[in-house]
Structures are given as structure tokens and as C-alpha cells.
């Protein structure tokens, strides 16, 4: 076990655990080959829904799509402002870009990374219609004061919950707190498909009625050949609304073994490398293990040194990514510091408690 190489994150492996159920999900879908549109797209989006604790749901192509088809929906784009924390993942900007809008870029908390609600409140402007609630890493961000400060402003909340499914905040379901959410179904995400996939839930039947025209081409719903919006094409396939519905049924479970296993972190890793700090009113799911390090490179070198995987989400916030430059409107200091110390460890929930204790004792050799 000690000289076994540690996989960053082992999708083989987990897919491996629910053979048997994907392969029942496989041959259903064969069995009526109807691959686009199919009845198990229904199925998942009823359930996901469900799971959500919200109205209803659209599965899309993928969890950019999702944001970009809510911005969409809701009637945002060009001359609006859509704020959003910069250390976030570059497609949360992306989507805001591709409707036409601003992404006004704000800093984070400094011991979460979550989006700082008093940061939004001094962006807020004329033209500000909306506030991108990134649930960060897996954790929600802090929506106990972002929905009255979005509801003072009258701006629409939209959470971006690519890395939160099955999340708490003060009771709350992710998915079923703002106007909207988005999820993504990528494979190395809590619930991941074996492929692309994405998901919008929402309690407004008119927005998801609008988010669902879109997706399909802008086509009429009861006139197949009269396209009234211009659309595009982001429909889930049949095969991975079937992969998706087997493997809700554990995602419960592997959020629990993820929670133990951080649990397990947080107890053996050294001061030198300090886990994101758990608000007292979340119930995180912890999609990634994120600590912070002063020296990130000793770090790494070790852990390359000892075969365990090790990512950075995110070492260049948006707000310095050359694709938006021209939306800096300054320093963002707290996000810029952590993009130099953060380091993402091994999360999955087919890690082995021995291999987080490996993990920690090679971190404890240097960074005491």
C-alpha cells in the first residue's frame, strides 16, 4: 500500500464500482434505441428535480450551457452587468460573455474562497441585473445574505453549482435557493456522467419552459417545424440521462464517504497546509479537497515524488485570464493570494482512508 501511486481522481475506478447498474442502463436504452429524447431523459430530469428539492428540470448539453441558457432565459445580455466571484472556473465567465454581458469580477472570503457577499453589495450598479452564486469546491456559497441582498437590488440570484450536488447552506438543497441553477455532469464531478452533461432546475416553470425552448433549437411546443426563439442545440442523450438516474441513487452515500474523508484530512495534515475552512451552516459535499500552503512547490515535489495526484483549481483567477482582461476593473487581493498557495488533494469516493493517511503523512514531511 505505501508505494502505491494515488490517483488524483480514479473515474475508472468509480464507474467500476456500478457496472452492473450501468450496464442495465446500457441495455435498456439499446433495447429502443431511441438515443436522443428518449424516456430516460424524462426520468432523470423528474428525479433530478426531485433530489433538488425544487419544481422542475432541463438537462442540457453540458454545465456551461446551463449557465449560459439561464442568462438567456431570464432575458440578460447586452448592456447588463452579471457579477461573479473570479476564482471560479473560466466557463462561469464564459457564459455571462456569450449572451453579451459584462462579468464584473468580485473578490472572495479569505477563509472559504467563497464569493464575499459585502464584495457584491459594493458592485452592485445601474447595470447590474444578475449575481452568480459559484458553490465553490463543493460548499455553498453564503446565501443567507446573498438572497435579500439580491432581492433589495431586485437582481436575479443564479447558482452555479457545477461543484455541489447535494449541498447544503442553512437547510437548503443547492439548486433550490435562486432564480435558477446550474449543474454540470462531467465526468469527474459528484454525480458525473460518462461523457458530457449538464442540468438547469429551477422553481419558475416559465423560465425552465424558456431554457427548455432554447435548448431544443427554439422550437414551438406544439409545432414541431415553427422555431419561435433562435436556439441551439443542448439536449442530454438518452444513454447518459440512463448512466445519470443509476448513479443518483448513490450519490447520497459517496457525499457521506466524501465527508469522512475530509474529516479524515482536516485531522492529519500539518498546520503548513491548512484546509478551506466549513461555514457552521453548510453541509458541504466536498467535490475537491482544497487546502492552503505557503510553499506550494516543496508541496507538489513531494507529492510527485511519492505517486499521489494533485491538481489546482484555480492558479489564474478570471479576472487575470487573458481572455478577460478588459473586465479588470482592479486587485482582487484575497483571490490573487490564494491562487498562489492553493493545492487540490486527492477526493473521491473510492479513496481509502489509509491512502488519505499516506497523503498526510508525506505533506507532514514538508510543510510542518
Known amino acids: 500500500m505505501s508505494g502505491q501511486a494515488i490517483p488524483f481522481l480514479d473515474v475508472g475506478g468509480m464507474v467500476e464500482m456500478l457496472r452492473e447498474d450501468l450496464d442495465v442502463a446500457w441495455k435498456a436504452v439499446l433495447s429502443h434505441g431511441r438515443f436522443v429524447g428518449g424516456p430516460e431523459v424524462e426520468v432523470f430530469e423528474a ?8 419544481a422542475s428540470c432541463v438537462s442540457v448539453g453540458n454545465g456551461t450551457d446551463a449557465l449560459e441558457l439561464i442568462l438567456a432565459a431570464a432575458g440578460i445580455g447586452p448592456g447588463d452587468e452579471v457579477i461573479v466571484p473570479a476564482n471560479t472556473f473560466v466557463a462561469t465567465a464564459e457564459a455571462v460573455c456569450a449572451v453579451g454581458a459584462r462579468p464584473r469580477f468580485v473578490d472572495v472570503q479569505p477563509d472559504t474562497l467563497e464569493v464575499d457577499p459585502d464584495a457584491v453589495a459594493a458592485a ?18 453564503d446565501v443567507d445574505r446573498l438572497v435579500p441582498l439580491t432581492q433589495r437590488h431586485g437582481l436575479a440570484l443564479i447558482e452555479d453549482a457545477a461543484q455541489a450536488h447535494g449541498a447544503r447552506f442553512g437547510g437548503h438543497r443547492a439548486g433550490s435557493v ?59 442523450d438518452t444513454l447518459q440521462a440512463a448512466f445519470l438516474t443509476a448513479k443518483l ?21 500539518p498546520p503548513g497546509c491548512r484546509p478551506l475552512t466549513q461555514d457552521p451552516r453548510s453541509e458541504p459535499v466536498h467535490h475537491l479537497a482544497v487546502v492552503r500552503t505557503a510553499d506550494r512547490d516543496r508541496a507538489i515535489a513531494a ?23 478588459e473586465f479588470a476593473d482592479g486587485p482582487l487581493p484575497v483571490a490573487e493570494e490564494a491562487a498562489e498557495q492553493i493545492l487540490s488533494l486527492p477526493m473521491s469516493p473510492n479513496l481509502w482512508a489509509e491512502q488519505v493517511q499516506r497523503i498526510c503523512a508525506v505533506l507532514r514531511q514538508v510543510a510542518a
Not at 406544439?222 to 439536449?235: A, I, K, P, Y
Not at 511519492?306 to 478577460?324: D, M, T
Open 303 to 325: 507529492l510527485d515524488a511519492a505517486g499521489i495526484g494533485w491538481g489546482l483549481h484555480y492558479p489564474v483567477p478570471c479576472h487575470r485570464q487573458p481572455a478577460f482582461a
Open 249 to 269: 441513487t448513490y450519490l447520497d452515500t459517496d457525499n457521506q464517504l466524501r465527508r469522512a474523508l475530509m474529516r479524515r484530512y482536516r485531522e492529519g495534515l
Open 124 to 141: 452592485v450598479g445601474p447595470r447590474t441585473a444578475a449575481v452568480v452564486a459559484v458553490h465553490l469546491f463543493g460548499q455553498m456559497a
Open 47 to 54: 428525479r433530478f428535480a426531485e433530489y433538488c428539492e425544487t
Open 178 to 236: 435562486g432564480l435558477a441553477a446550474a449543474f454540470s455532469f462531467y465526468p469527474g464531478k459528484n454525480l458525473g456522467a460518462l461523457g458530457d452533461g449538464g442540468a438547469v432546475v429551477s422553481r419558475d416553470e416559465q423560465l425552465i419552459g424558456r431554457v427548455r425552448q432554447l435548448a431544443n433549437h427554439g422550437r414551438a411546443v406544439d409545432r414541431r417545424h415553427v422555431h419561435e426563439l433562435r436556439g441551439r442545440n443542448s439536449r442530454m
